[in-house]
């Protein structure tokens, strides 16, 4: 009996028509490099799924890793055995050793229609077992452990642990989007979003540095690196804008600063999109959250773009925008004080419905070619790679000698 890595793929990438082998090449070479430097070796594939040789002491990684694998439907720790009862109801006896449930059920899947059960028997044969030695109840819904055959052809499956992934289609499927990220706590769980539709994102960060501090510069950084997990190879790039909020300053009607701001923003944004070849833009909007995002300001501001800009959350409450920034590790980034471009000089009341004759009035003396050239011209490009070259870690008990070997 050997223990194996499953990995099963998301089921929406079965549904792609012609493009689904181009969609499943693509979800298993991101698994492949999301469990990079772990010793993995393939051992099996199916169209929805992988099976990888794992070394013990690196499942507690992969197992972190795999939660936040693109892609990925779920996986599971299984004992592989010769395909027939006597020997997966030793690799159940030992799966059952420290465990302790009131009630179960076996889920038998047989892609081998040779194998002499049916897998109702299969079920009923390996149930009769596993009631004998623990003594509890076969239930078929709502049973508090449930074990999974696979019999295929020449070997069986038995899973013992299994956990969900996230789901949704692996970077780089949908095409390239450029997504605005700013400190706060909307625009990473946008970006993502579209991480998770099979968009490859590049981030985009405007700082006030050095008219302000560069805390929300570092914290795009955290923020990126984090993000990085999702898509492996992430660039974020550092834009400074305290020239532009200059200008606006000066000119602009007070209570339309943070207007006349965004549409720099996403100008900025969209030179950007053009080098990288980028077909749409991204940002955490949320429809009426806060002055900026009424539908006549997203209006306004919307005009400055040519490209799409894609909202993601526009139709998602805080609440539920918070919930999925902690589940996807962001939240305690996020919420971190910093000082950024937008509460820079931000009016006490700013307009609920700009207008967009004023808006362009105020452009128009505006140096805005030489302000966007300088803009590009001054920011830093910064890659993100994940995972980087860690071996798994050491188990605790692990024998670490003084000095390298001889
Ligand atoms: P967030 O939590 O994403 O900061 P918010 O609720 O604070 O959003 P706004 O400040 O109105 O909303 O910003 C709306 C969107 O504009 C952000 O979600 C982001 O996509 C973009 N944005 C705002 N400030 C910046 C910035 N400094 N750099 C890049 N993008 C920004
Ligand atoms: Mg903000």
Redesign the pocket.
Known sequence: METLLLVRLFHELALKGKNRPFFLKRAKAHVGRALKGLGVALQGEWPMALLFRLPEAAWPEAKARLQDTLGVEGFARVHRTPPDLEALKAALEKALEGESFRSFRITAKRSDKAFPLTSPEIERALGAFVKERTGAQVRLKGAEREFVVRILPGAALLEVERHPGPGGLPPGVSGKVV??????????V?AYRLMRRGAEVVL????PFPLLSGA?REKAKALAERLARFQHRLRLHLVP?SEVQRHIIVEAPTAYR?VLY?RY?LRIAEAIAKEEGALAL?????LG??A??TLENLHAVNQAATLPVLRPLIGWDKEEIMAEARRIGTYET?ILPDE???TLFAPKHPVTRARLEVVLQTEARLPTEALLALALKEREVLTYTWPGKSLPKAPEDAFIMEHGPA
């Open positions: 997504a605005l990220l700013s400190g706060g706590i909307d625009s990473p946008a985009v960060h405007f700082h929300s804008f943070v965004r923003m991204c940002t955490g909007d949320s959250q806060v900026s995002q996020s950024e471009c937008c």
